[in-house]
């Protein structure tokens, strides 16, 4: 068995090896519901150093351009939370 973590994943290898596909599952990242519920109790605090590390195809789909995006807003407030 061939386990993927998407159907993107699935496809992409399907069109460059000859796979059984009965012999494939695609099996989704998942994490935890206490993880979610209890969350907030794990978020860091901005010390004014970010690091980021993402692994993954660079497609829009995968909302890298939203996340560099994010993190511009959050870094400007945090700017001026310190500034007022």
Known sequence: LIVYVSEAGRESFKS??????????VIYNGIS????TNGITYMPTYDGKLNVLYIGR???GKGVSE?????????????????A
């Open 16 to 25: 460059a090896f000859r796979v059984d596909q009965k012999k494939t599952k």
């Open 33 to 36: 519901e206490e993880l979610i």
């Open 58 to 60: 660079l497609v829009k």
């Open 67 to 83: 996340l560099i995006s994010a993190i511009k807003e959050y870094k400007n407030a945090f700017l001026f939370e310190c500034i």
